[in-house]
């Protein structure tokens, strides 16, 4: 069962050479959701031969236009390939009016129904579910209303022993509910124990997206022991200050939250033009937080526990 | 003296592979012009090199987004690298309350100043005159008001023959308004013709811009006799109803328009993502209009008579 991030754009406020401006695209299972979305999203999903017309919840963290510029472009291109499905967009408030007066400008009218949702920035929110996955939306703090997002998978059920399918003879009708954690009575009517007849179910793993986001230590709770974050890292520890003051962190700070939170891995990203080389960031977080990775645009992450 | 079109963008309504969305940028001696901005645009002006700080105005032909989603994005970009000089945009009413409405959206203020002009789409409006060039309105038929650009370098100075300075001891005061027209009086009295000082002036060289239109006889008299036609042939002949009822052309209709309106070189773009080969819409264009050539992403294009 899939769970893989592609990221689109690891590049801050402006595209860099092949560093382009933020979106990623997560498929989970069944499910596939589009996260953050700057001007050329469609270029490199359609480059990547990635599976948009599955997606029907996009999740735009803030209305900067490095975020979000590449939505009027996705939404009708969606359109003129034969989408009629509903859309959810879930963002910070405004995106709604953005997205309407430019489509009245362009005498535009979305062939298949577009939802908005505006999220308020608390933090902590279940925005989504079906039967595999939840999505929860986290606090961030950026010069604007911003929000990041959790996805996690549901709980697995138990793996059934197959040895005891056999030896017990279990029908295939009694394997579901053995798998949700209930005993089983033999047709000799002896009680065998679900312990006894399973074992631990598959981990659930789950995605935390953070950007753009200061230092923010009340954001550690919502992401606290996820199997991947993405934490923006905008800047190198010696300019911490003017991180503060632009609402971003430092590598060294991103690092911090995923130690601090017990992530599994950390990917960092959204880099500032600034660093035609980035790996001055990446020993930077690796300091603090050894298992960190630099995000690479059009590269695909596995995501396991 | 340079005068340079490099096409950003040559297909329709959404990219495909290499061919990006409608946008070109504009060299003519010290002008720098954008037409059109599909999304996209900033990261092809990025590639190339393109000096779009230089640029002073903008000129969108309509307000359909594969012509102007890349707006914003350019706009921002100019910000973040440190613009000051005003921006003019030029285009059909309605892009500034859609920009004015995005920047809102997005928390963003322009650092520059940015006055838009609603051009009508009656056509041959002069639009915009430096001491070198002129822009003019075209009227173009799409199915919302658009309109198409003639680009004119202005009547170059007669030619000054270096023997005749030497012959009549021309001094170099009067060599400027003999360029213009003047004839010479020599410090002896007598009265030579300008005729017989001057060779003929350089040919000013003119580029127009139609894309999005159908057929559309009366916009040959803007543009007769330009040194270089870009037109849209978004569509082969077969299609030609459904160009009509799209307000798009046909190879073949463009290539008419080119040889109705006597210009030196006809481009073709805009292409239809249906069309993997070109070579159908050139094939057909040269049967009509011999010196066709298909239009090509991130080509540059000299403009000579």
Redesign the interface.
């Known amino acids: 069962m899939k769970f893989e991030l592609t990221i689109l754009g690891t590049s801050a406020?402006?595209?860099y050479?092949d560093r382009?401006l933020a979106g990623q695209f997560l498929h989970i299972q069944d499910s596939y959701f589009l996260i953050d979305c700057g001007?050329?999203t469609?270029?490199r999903i359609?480059e990547l031969g990635l599976k948009i017309s599955k997606v029907n919840q996009i999740f735009i963290s803030h209305?900067?236009?490095?975020h979000?510029?590449?939505l009027?472009?996705v939404l009708?291109?969606m359109a003129?390939?034969g989408r009629t499905n509903a859309l959810t967009i879930f963002s910070p408030a405004?995106?709604q009016?953005?997205v309407e007066?430019?489509f009245k400008?362009?005498?535009?009218q979305s062939p298949f129904p577009i939802h908005f949702f505006a999220v308020d920035t608390e933090g902590g929110r279940l925005l989504f579910e079906n039967q595999q996955v939840s999505v929860f939306s986290v606090p961030l703090a950026h010069?604007?209303p911003t929000i990041g997002f959790v996805f996690k998978e549901k709980p697995f059920p138990l793996n059934m022993r197959p040895d005891k399918i056999e030896e017990f003879s279990i029908p295939f009708t009694a394997i579901k509910n053995i798998k949700l954690g209930a005993d089983f009575t033999s047709p000799d009517g002896r009680l065998i124990s679900n312990k006894e007849l399973t074992l631990p179910p598959k981990k659930a793993r789950s995605f935390a997206y953070c950007s753009d986001t200061s230092y923010l230590e009340s954001l550690i709770t919502h992401i606290k022991a996820v199997s991947l974050l993405y934490h923006e890292a905008t800047f190198d520890h010696k300019m911490a200050d003017h991180a503060a003051v632009t609402g971003h962190s430092t590598a060294h700070q991103a690092a911090t939250i995923a130690q601090k939170a017990k992530v599994k891995k950390l990917i960092i990203g959204h880099f500032s033009s600034r660093y035609t080389n980035l790996s001055i960031l990446l020993e930077e977080a690796k300091e603090v937080f050894e298992n960190t990775v630099l995000g690479v645009d059009k590269e695909t992450y596995v995501v396991d526990i």
């Open positions: 406020a402006v595209p050479h382009w001007e050329g469609q270029f359609k209305l900067h236009g490095d979000c510029f590449g009027f472009g009708t291109s003129i390939n405004g995106l009016e953005m007066g430019v400008s362009t005498y535009y010069r604007i």
